[in-house]
């Protein structure tokens, strides 16, 4: 390609990617198109850019606005004015606000202690209180977790549970009738039957197995052996199609 050819070439590159000229001054042109948009710390006014106009105790910043209050104001009417921090409160991290300090909640604008009622403790946020272990919330106030006998303090530590071999009746631990041939469940408070035995009402009687039957998987009822069907309480053979 000779070179007379590339100049007019390149001539009209030049100018395709110009920016355009009614870019006024403190804006740039846009990346992607045509069109414009005013620098940092400008604002669009029409066809032009005006000096953003920051209130006291206020600085630029990339918002509605174009500025932000400084740490320890918050917004009023287009204004900044001082964050007011009640007794016993600080400013909180995003410095427009303000938080009650550990053992203290916010109570129609301060900031109010919070009472805290014998065996109590401040909760995790510091705001409220909870019972110690082996005390309950009544009310406002903590009270002893009675414990029967043979009874134990839960895991959460406001209740109670009954030992194994126990049930809870009422508000007593009653202890676990277990018949002959039987024996606690895993939990404690209840009783299964032995392999071959069945429970009835409160007691673990024989299971009566038929000819031709065999213990199921649970060892407390019976099924038929292969080729054989449960009829009622007997096994017959099975008929064939």
């Not at 409160?89 to 938080?99: R, V």
């Not at 895991?155 to 009954?162: H, K, N, S």
């Not at 065999?214 to 038929?224: A, F, M, P």
Request: charged share 20%.
């Amino acid at each position: 390609m000779h070179l007379t050819f590339l100049i007019p070439l390149l001539a009209l590159t030049t100018t395709a990617f110009a920016a355009p000229a009614t870019v006024p001054p403190h804006a740039r042109a846009s990346v992607y198109g045509s069109g414009w948009s005013c620098d940092f710390g400008y604002e669009r006014k029409g066809e032009a850019c005006a000096d953003i106009v920051v209130p006291q105790h206020a600085q630029l910043a990339f918002s509605k606005n174009g500025w932000e209050c400084k740490r320890g104001y918050h917004e009023v009417e287009g204004g900044c004015a001082a964050v007011k921090v009640p007794a016993n409160a600080f400013l909180d991290p995003g410095g427009h606000a303000w938080d009650c300090k550990r053992g203290y909640r916010e109570v129609e604008g301060a900031c109010a202690a919070v009472n805290l009622p014998p065996h109590a403790f401040l909760d995790g946020r510091g705001r409220g209180w909870e019972c110690s272990r082996g005390h309950r919330k009544v009310g406002q106030t903590c009270e002893a977790v009675a414990i029967p006998a043979h009874g134990y303090l839960n895991y959460a530590g406001d209740g109670w549970d009954c030992e194994r071999g126990f049930h809870e009746n009422d508000a007593s631990c009653a202890p676990v009738p277990v018949p002959p041939h039987g024996f606690l469940t895993d939990s404690g408070s209840d009783w299964s039957c032995e392999r071959g035995y069945t429970k009835k009402k409160d007691a673990c009687v024989l299971l009566p197995i038929p000819m031709y039957a065999h213990l199921d998987y649970s060892g407390n009822s019976w099924e038929c052996d292969s080729g054989y069907e449960r009829s009622q309480d007997i096994c017959r053979v099975s008929r064939r199609d």
